[in-house]
Each structure stands twice: as C-alpha cells, then as structure tokens.
C-alpha cells in the first residue's frame, strides 16, 4: 500500500513551506515535492521593469540568502539576453555563492 508523508511546516527557513513525499508499496520514494504555501507577489511587482535591476530586488525576497536569490535572478537575465558567463566571471559568482 502506497503511503504519503507529510513535513509541515518545514522549519530552518524563511517563509511557509511543506514536503509531500508518496511512497510506492515497496517503501520507496515514488514522488517528492517542495510547495511554497505563501505568495509574497514578486514576480509582480517586477513586471515592467527593466531586466538589469532584478538581480537587486530579487535579493530581498529572503534576508538569509540574498546572494542565492541575486545570482538565481543573473542567470534568469543571462538566459534572457542569451549570455553563457565563463571563465573568471563564472567562478566569481561560485566563489560568493560559496561564502554567502
């Protein structure tokens, strides 16, 4: 028999979240998922503006991990103007990743 398990709220971090995982009947991870139960609403009050400040105002979703959320929102803008970073700039971004 398939059996789901539920973590909520899940602790240790910013905002409202929880964990679904089903098991299949032989005990098995068949399917996890990770649901955001709050709407801070910032993809909406970045509609409209211009690409190059995101980074910026993606930083403040979360006051634990802002550089996670700027380089996530750099990349989003790289794709949009169809830039690959390599080399130094590259492993600028892991380093702060790393650090922050």
């Known amino acids: 028999m398939s059996e789901t398990i539920t973590i909520d709220p899940i ?3 910013e905002g409202h979240s929880k964990i ?7 005990g098995s991870v068949d399917d996890a998922r990770f649901h ?5 609403a910032f993809e ?5 503006r ?3 400040e995101l980074p910026a ?3 403040r979703i979360c006051g634990i991990c802002t550089i996670s959320h700027e380089l996530a929102s ?3 803008c790289d794709a949009i103007m169809a830039v690959r970073v390599m080399g130094t700039p590259r492993m600028l971004r892991e ?6």
């Open 11 to 13: 602790t240790r971090i």
């Open 20 to 26: 679904t995982i089903q098991l299949d009947d032989a």
């Open 36 to 40: 955001v139960t709050q709407y801070r």
């Open 44 to 48: 909406k009050f970045v509609e409209g």
């Open 50 to 52: 211009p690409f190059y």
């Open 57 to 59: 105002l993606m930083g």
């Open 74 to 76: 750099a990349q989003a």
């Open 95 to 100: 380093i702060v990743n790393f650090g922050s």
